[in-house]
């Protein structure tokens, strides 16, 4: 449970630097800095989890929330109903009329999880850096076309690493369109945020396939 739970958190605590497009410099501090974003945030997505134990991956959608008060707030709409609600250091996870609370407390590397994505949807690179290597790539663009580009972000804590091997957050110009989580088993997932949360799935839906689709919107 752990590994879904922290996905839930990751996807989650990034929803107010989806609902807008960041502003794309040369430098990963500057993006950084420009994925700050006014609350409320809301933006539509659609999941893909990978398992070594699936032959496809499994497939929610929903929204991706952080209201005025600052809660952060992951609605899975299809193919089932349930919402993620974290407020403060407690999580909260509601489907079926059931309702399952815990502290990050109780999970150390979450709670550090927390703290460096909260920095980086206020776009505070110093603090993120504290928990993550950070790297920026982008692509070469024709004329009057937009550039894609890719933040890399690579746990420091030997603890986290177990959990989360890299994060990876890709757009073209001025518009993030995705982000993959990769775990050290090989497994993962992919989210398709916004518009591209609507777009027809590559069949069948492998890893390489989503990722061009990141790439090139």
């Known amino acids: 449970m752990r590994t879904r739970v922290q996905e839930q958190i990751v996807w989650t605590l990034l929803a107010a630097m989806l ?39 499994v497939v929610v959608s929903g929204k991706l929330e952080i209201d005025a008060a600052g809660n952060m707030i992951r609605h899975v709409e299809l193919p089932f109903v349930e919402t993620t609600t974290i407020t403060g250091d407690r999580v909260s996870i509601e489907r079926d009329e059931n309702t399952r ?38 692509g070469s663009a ?11 972000l690579t746990p420091k804590s030997p ?35 916004g518009s591209l949360a609507a777009a027809e799935l590559p069949k069948p839906p492998s890893r390489e396939r989503l990722d061009a689709l990141c790439a090139g919107g």
């Open 19 to 57: 609902s807008g497009p960041p502003s794309i410099a040369a430098d990963s501090t500057s993006v950084i800095a420009g994925l700050a974003r006014p609350l409320p945030a809301v933006t539509a997505f659609r999941e893909l989890r990978f398992s070594s134990m699936l032959k496809e991956p």
């Open 159 to 193: 603890r986290l690493a177990k959990r989360i091997a890299r994060i990876l957050v890709t757009g073209v110009g001025a518009e993030p369109h995705c982000l993959t989580l990769q775990e050290p088993s090989h497994g993962g997932s992919v989210l398709l945020l």
């Open 101 to 138: 609370v815990f502290s990050l407390r109780r999970a150390p590397e979450l709670e550090s999880l927390l703290a460096a994505f909260r920095a980086l949807v206020s776009g505070d690179s110093a603090t993120l850096d504290e928990s993550f290597a950070v790297s920026l790539e982008t």
């Open 142 to 152: 024709a004329a009057n076309s937009a550039k894609d580009w890719r933040l890399d």
